[in-house]
């Protein structure tokens, strides 16, 4: 009977870790459900963009290509102009595995999309559980993020932008785990440069912002071991850009069209106008900035 009690408190704790995790498991698919209530219908209508972004992702699961272009792209064009828009990979082929088991709807694209909007709001509270070390802190924070209207509006729309989100918390989460460990193994390495071309790959602003973030890489030099390891962390993302790079050269100036159509700046301006340049570049930091379209009006 004495040399059964240890089994059987062990049986117990068992069980009771299955529990939590069933639990767990349950109120994150409860919540998810609550999250995506009348996603299909809210917001009203399908977009264009939407449209293009859900029938490439179609194509390619039956074909392997998009709707124009070669099999497998790099980048896919968006609709038969003289100067088309080409839409980023990784949430094509995302999207693409999905529809292999599921017929494409509108409801099955914006639960895709309202997916990696929720996951990357879990995942930044599990993230500040870490820092923190208190798991209500971990709560608040998913909680607040899960309620931030600009969060829950691109979420329930079928375009790369909903991805950024994810691939920004995903680099967030890999820089802590091997910064708070002394010696970087090529794991480590492996994990911090593949965050970093996800969000290369995943949006457009994350072709200048993942290089920002490797830079970034430098606040955390102190020792000369660090900085070996920020040196491989760049030499493996590098790596990661060889596609890039060679899709670059056989279209030339793709990968910088969105930039030149949407921003203010222009190399040939002249002296008199860089000063409006700097000014208009404070105008609209203050407004990214601003917690009026974060928590009121969302995205124009």
């Given at each position: 009977?004495?040399?059964?009690?240890?089994?059987?408190?062990?049986?117990?704790?068992?069980?009771?870790?299955?529990?939590?995790?069933?639990?767990?498991?349950?109120?994150?698919?409860?919540?998810?459900?609550?999250?995506?209530?009348?996603?299909?219908?809210?917001?009203?209508?399908?977009?264009?963009?939407?449209?293009?972004?859900?029938?490439?992702?179609?194509?390619?699961?039956?074909?392997?290509?998009?709707?124009?272009?070669?099999?497998?792209?790099?980048?896919?064009?968006?609709?038969?102009?003289?100067?088309?828009?080409?839409?980023?990979?990784?949430?094509?082929?995302?999207?693409?595995?999905?529809?292999?088991?599921?017929?494409?709807?509108?409801?099955?694209?914006?639960?895709f999309a309202a997916f990696w909007m929720f996951a990357a709001c879990l995942l930044l509270?599990?993230?500040?559980?870490?820092?923190?070390?208190?798991?209500?802190?971990?709560?608040?924070?998913?909680?607040?993020?899960?309620?931030?209207?600009?969060?829950?509006?691109?979420?329930?729309?079928?375009?790369?932008?909903?991805?950024?989100?994810f691939t920004v918390v995903l680099f967030l989460v890999a820089v802590y785990n091997v910064?708070?460990?002394?010696?970087?193994?090529?794991?480590?390495?492996?994990?911090?440069?593949?965050?970093?071309?996800?969000?290369?790959?995943?949006?457009?602003?994350?072709?200048?912002?993942?290089?920002?973030?490797?830079?970034?890489?430098?606040?955390?030099?102190?020792?000369?071991?660090?900085?070996?390891?920020?040196?491989?962390?760049?030499?493996?993302?590098?790596?990661?850009?060889?596609?890039?790079?060679?899709?670059?050269?056989?279209?030339?100036?793709?990968?910088?069209?969105?930039?030149?159509?949407?921003?203010?700046?222009?190399?040939?301006?002249?002296?008199?106008?860089?000063?409006?340049?700097?000014?208009?570049?404070?105008?609209?930091?203050?407004?990214?900035?601003?917690?009026?379209?974060?928590?009121?009006?969302g995205d124009p």
């Amino acid at each position: 009977m004495t040399s059964n009690m240890p089994i059987g408190r062990a049986t117990a704790g068992v069980t009771q870790i299955v529990l939590r995790i069933l639990v767990c498991i349950t109120a994150v698919i409860l919540l998810f459900r609550l999250y995506t209530w009348g996603v299909s219908q809210n917001p009203p209508g399908f977009y264009l963009d939407e449209s293009a972004t859900a029938y490439n992702p179609y194509v390619v699961s039956r074909t392997g290509a998009g709707e124009f272009g070669p099999r497998f792209p790099i980048l896919f064009q968006e609709y038969a102009e003289e100067s088309p828009t080409y839409i980023n990979p990784l949430t094509i082929y995302l999207l693409a595995i999905v529809f292999r088991f599921f017929p494409p709807s509108i409801l099955v694209a914006r639960m895709f999309a309202a997916f990696w909007m929720f996951a990357a709001c879990l995942l930044l509270g599990v993230l500040a559980k870490r820092i923190s070390g208190q798991r209500k802190i971990g709560i608040i924070v998913a909680g607040s993020a899960l309620l931030t209207p600009w969060l829950f509006e691109i979420g329930r729309l079928v375009w790369d932008a909903h991805f950024s989100a994810f691939t920004v918390v995903l680099f967030l989460v890999a820089v802590y785990n091997v910064t708070s460990n002394e010696r970087w193994n090529w794991l480590d390495i492996a994990l911090v440069a593949g965050s970093l071309a996800v969000i290369t790959y995943g949006y457009f602003s994350g072709r200048i912002l993942a290089p920002m973030f490797a830079l970034g890489l430098l606040l955390f030099a102190t020792m000369k071991r660090r900085f070996l390891g920020i040196l491989k962390i760049w030499l493996a993302y590098a790596v990661s850009l060889i596609p890039l790079i060679l899709f670059n050269r056989s279209h030339s100036g793709v990968l910088t069209k969105r930039l030149w159509e949407v921003t203010y700046i222009r190399p040939a301006a002249t002296w008199k106008e860089i000063p409006f340049q700097v000014a208009e570049f404070v105008r609209c930091y203050l407004q990214d900035q601003s917690l009026t379209p974060l928590l009121m009006t969302g995205d124009p």
